[in-house]
DNA sequence: TGATTAGTGGACCTTTCTATCCACTATTAT
DNA sequence: ATAATAGTGGATAGAAAGGTCCACTAATCA
């Protein structure tokens, strides 16, 4: 079946919006957050463990602690965090399984793939954090308005 | 990690663009066409299985059996090939895993990602078996005539 | 100093996907 | 009829992904 990312990838990103559309110094801890978007938590800890071990967060440990974002959200794009979740190669492999396939010996899918793959990262290049952050924000605030 | 469709699909994406490519009534044999792309016989028999029972293929036993595509190479795109093995919703699910991610309540990365996954769509929609059939044949054919 | 808080690292379990095996049925040829 | 061929269906094994638990360390506060 077809997969963007991974279940972990899914969490961080899910995690890392709503961090971000949280007003304060930007801190958040893990247990607080998985809750509040409904994400394992022993799971996606390990998720965090990772980002933090990559550079992406820096963990705050004792009383008052969590994790930062070590860039701030519109300066981290959509395909930061699936790579830095997934490793820097995960849109890289031949999707025919050809171990060979590659500019020399292309396998009879790799010119549409190639097309396509470039489409699906403008896409994931495009957005930010804090644009994820800001539209769900904005439809809380919309709800809110209209008295739902 | 990323996938665009499983083992499954690739295997069969494989074998059929070989059987595509023989010349001939268009009948192979799972043994013959799986040894000829170097792909798990027994796991690839349960594919071809499971497409015979979707009507995409159909099956003839006995000596001189094996399978025919029901429709010819040239009618069969690769989405159709992908959403005969994965089933027709392959690419409907919500990336961010929001149960109810949909026009009403989308999630945050909903129109992104419609906009991606058409694009992706259109491309695999755009060729067919006899595509990337005749595509193997023209390198081959080239190989030959170049003594290499 | 001791209690509490919050992340860490490793062991372990469950589920799903991938893969193999084998007895069985249908078909053809001798 | 019998043997040989080719797909079928079910059981089962192995690998990877998804998920949980717990003892431990670091930091803060009383």
Redesign the pocket.
Known sequence: ?FKLY???CEYALRALTYAASQSGNGRF???DVCEKVDI????T??V??AL??GGFLQ?????????ELTRSPEQITLLDVIEAVEGQDTFEHCVLGFPECGGKHPCPLHETWSKAKKQLMAQLEHRTLQDLADSTTRKKRRAFVSGA
């Open positions: 079946m991974s279940k972990g801890q893990a247990r394992p938590e022993s799971f800890r390990k965090f463990q933090t071990q963990a705050v440990r004792g009383p008052g602690g969590g994790y």
